[in-house]
């Protein structure tokens, strides 16, 4: 079975750095792209952006550029994204998807269940 | 703010059919990117619905498809069922966010 593995949840307080998982498994993890979708709390879903793990080519959407950061261990079968320091802003649920083929503009097909992350002080 | 509006809510009986509109632009759905359609239960992750404008993933009914022209695209919802009600979004990609994708504003689907 194709699967995405998220962890199901992180309480930090501002300022401090955060990196969240996402596991592959069932399938050639370095050969598609993962993506990552954040939802804030009552609202709708915002793309963040996308990472080939094979190569580690990473396309941010302008709104995340500079705000987070994306990498992937392809022999780990696991995508990361991660704060610096975090702000209360950053309070939400945060999705990994895979998408359905190879090409970078495909849709996100394999959902995991998203990690809420929480920033309280 | 998503460059793809979507109408805030839609309603609809048991049995009947809805339809869900996804306006872009020129630069993203009028460049020809393809539209994929979600579906987002209450307290769950999204689910794929619609890919490539109008192709079902192996599992969702028959009953969900999608078309597309010009600059905008639909969802349409025939035989409305009550398990349908939920959250739906558009997704596409646009080339003036450096070909970065985005989402709908997200429709609510409520089953009268």
């Known amino acids: 079975e194709v699967q995405v593995v998220q962890p199901g949840a992180e309480v930090k307080k501002p300022g401090e750095s955060l990196k969240i998982s996402c596991k592959g498994s069932?399938?050639?993890?370095?050969?598609?792209?993962i993506g990552w979708v954040r939802q804030m709390p009552g609202k709708g879903l915002e793309w963040m952006g996308i990472?080939?793990?094979?190569?580690?080519?990473?396309r941010y959407s302008p709104s995340f550029e500079g705000q987070v950061t994306m990498s992937a261990d392809q022999f780990g079968n696991t995508a990361y994204l991660q704060w610096t320091s975090l702000k209360a802003t950053d309070t939400a649920i945060y999705y990994c998807a895979r998408l359905r083929g190879e090409a970078s503009d495909d849709a996100f097909h394999v959902w995991g269940q998203g990690t809420v992350v929480t920033v309280s002080s | 703010h998503s460059v793809l509006t979507q109408p805030p809510s839609v309603s609809g009986a048991p049995g009947q059919r809805v339809t869900i509109s996804c306006t872009g632009s020129s630069s993203n759905i009028g460049a020809d990117y393809d539209v994929h359609w979600y579906q987002q239960l209450p307290g769950a992750a999204p689910k794929l619905l619609i890919y490539?404008?109008?192709n079902r993933p192996s599992g969702v009914p028959d009953r969900f498809s999608g078309s597309k022209s010009g600059t905008s695209a639909s969802l349409a919802i025939t035989g409305l069922q009550a398990e349908d009600e939920a959250d739906y979004y558009c997704?596409?990609?646009?080339?003036?966010?450096?070909?970065?994708?985005?989402f709908g504003t997200g429709t609510k689907v409520t089953v009268l």
């Open positions: 990472i080939f793990p094979g190569d580690s080519d990473t």
């Open positions: 997704q596409s990609y646009d080339s003036s966010l450096s070909g970065s994708g985005v």
């Open positions: 069932g399938y050639s993890f370095p050969n598609y792209w």
């Open positions: 490539g404008d109008n």
